[in-house]
């Protein structure tokens, strides 16, 4: 496949020890012929593929920077493409001049992603293992990062190809007694091939039901830390933080807006949200922030409800309880270290409550061993065993292949032509190969790609 030769800056902008600046296309080599000169003094297209040469850049006669270039010569390659990456010294400047250089050689500028795309149009990458790039390269934790290199060895493109596999195996059979009528072949589909549908729908069950957790593992939990004012939500969160992140004080109203962090509670993400107190108040800017975290109520994935321990249940305390109560909800008692006064009977819609002391870092691990095991049901220890998605893009089309799997179903069972098998195995093959890209839109492709950090 022929495309112009691009270049882009793949390292972040900035001042750092190395800067490179990467170039993929069949005039790689010519454009580097023209800028770099080897300390070896050998040719350009002499060089060893997945050699590193060092020697320097020039514009004209004048020497720009000492660099270390590395040659990959096409079809072994990240793009299946003649590949250069120069290494210079980072910073700003001499990595832009070295682009504009190397644009002013011919080549074009990179856009978003596309160096990937190119691995995919040329056969490197299947979709799901381009998109798994973009997920190692925003992943949060260990344990996203591990869902992603799977992806990236190829374990979802093998598993869709043996999906159609099976549907094939289906398909062969229903074309020809469509084809063929003249063979005499009985139009009841054999049991075996109703197996493969039935093996089909399972498995993609499967893959369907592992997207929430997946999806958790990927994108974090949006925790909102809810409560009254001054019963030590700032507190909590500082001390899951183990930093002092937000402002504590005996001031009722302290936090008028959110604050949010990311924390990692054995490999999942929480985007932990602290927010305003929940009261009624006259101050028009808490009130602002009061109403905000209402509204990050409805948006959480998870409720963490601090109450304090050493003062009684209050009217705003119920009227919190009553709003949340249809939420994800882990009930929190702080303030242990002080004498207790509460009594939540009234609240025996919460059936999970931990005792702590957010400001003695007094069983915050008990804490974290609850969100987790709360959140996932301890049934993610081994996802880096078991195939697990985490994009919406995916659970969609097995969405639609199961939806056309369980048509053929009815079909069958009202007895109905075999045509109208025929139209649904080839909905749920298309869909199927919706998932790897191997039918793919335009539109899905720039969506995808555009996605990506330019010099990727």
Same mark, same amino acid.
């Given at each position: 496949m022929m495309f112009d030769t691009i270049a882009a800056i793949s390292t972040?902008? +900035?001042?750092?020890?190395?800067? %490179?600046?990467?170039?993929s296309?069949?005039?790689?080599?010519?454009?580097?012929? /023209? !800028?770099? $000169?080897?300390k070896s003094k050998k040719s350009i297209s002499s060089l060893k593929s997945y050699s590193i040469n060092y020697g320097h850049i020039y514009d004209g006669e004048k020497i720009i920077d000492e660099v270390l270039v590395s040659i990959m010569k096409a079809p072994s390659t990240y793009t299946k493409e003649d590949i250069v990456e120069i290494n210079c010294h980072g910073g700003y400047v001499i990595t832009q001049r070295i682009l504009e250089i190397v644009l002013?050689?011919?080549?074009?500028?990179?856009?978003?992603?596309?160096?990937?795309?190119?691995?995919?149009?040329?056969?490197?990458l299947d979709l799901t293992q381009a998109e798994s790039v973009m997920d190692?390269?925003? +992943?949060?934790?260990?344990?996203? %990062?591990?869902?992603?290199?799977?992806?990236?060895?190829?374990?979802?493109?093998? /598993? !869709?190809? $043996?999906?159609k596999k099976l549907l094939l195996d289906v398909a062969a059979h229903v074309n020809v007694v469509l084809d063929y009528?003249?063979?005499?072949?009985?139009?009841?589909i054999p049991k075996n091939l109703i197996e493969n549908l039935h093996k089909v729908v399972d498995e993609i069950n499967d893959l369907i039901s592992s997207y929430d957790k997946g999806k958790m593992i990927k994108e974090g939990i949006k925790t909102a830390i809810v409560g009254k004012p001054n019963v030590g939500k700032s507190s909590l969160l500082n001390s899951v933080l183990r930093e002092e992140r937000a402002i504590v004080t005996k001031v009722a109203g302290t936090t008028r807006d959110t604050i949010e962090?990311?924390?990692?509670?054995?490999?999942?993400?929480l985007i932990m949200i602290d927010t305003a107190g929940i009261r009624d108040t006259e101050d028009e800017v808490e009130n602002i922030g009061v109403q905000k975290s209402k509204s990050l109520i409805k948006e959480a994935d998870l409720v963490l409800f601090v109450l304090d321990s050493s003062r009684e249940l209050s009217k705003e305390d119920i009227e919190i309880y009553e709003t949340i109560t249809n939420s994800k909800v882990i009930g929190i008692l702080n303030k242990i270290d002080k004498d207790k006064k509460l009594d939540i009977s009234r609240l025996s819609k919460i059936k999970e409550w931990i005792e702590i002391s957010a400001l003695e870092k007094i069983g915050i691990e008990n804490l974290e061993d609850e969100i987790y095991n709360y959140v996932i049901s301890g049934e993610i220890e081994d996802s880096s065993e078991k195939l697990t998605i985490t994009n919406i893009r995916h659970k969609s089309a097995l969405e639609k292949t199961k939806q056309s799997i369980d048509n053929i179903f009815e079909t069958i069972d009202m007895g109905y032509p075999m045509d109208l098998i025929a139209v649904d195995l080839n909905d749920a093959i298309d869909s199927l190969s919706e998932v790897t890209g191997e039918i793919s839109s335009e539109d899905l492709l720039d969506h995808v790609f555009s996605n990506f950090c330019v010099g990727k």
């Open positions: 972040p902008r +900035g001042e750092g020890g190395i800067g %490179i600046v990467r170039i296309g069949s005039d790689s080599f010519t454009i580097l012929e /023209k !800028i770099f $000169k080897p002013e050689k011919g080549a074009q500028i990179a856009e978003p992603g596309e160096f990937t795309r190119r691995a995919f149009l040329n056969g490197r190692i390269i925003h +992943g949060k934790t260990e344990k996203s %990062i591990s869902l992603s290199l799977n992806q990236l060895r190829g374990d979802l493109k093998d /598993k !869709i190809h $043996k999906l009528p003249e063979e005499g072949i009985d139009d009841p962090e990311i924390v990692n509670i054995k490999g999942i993400p």
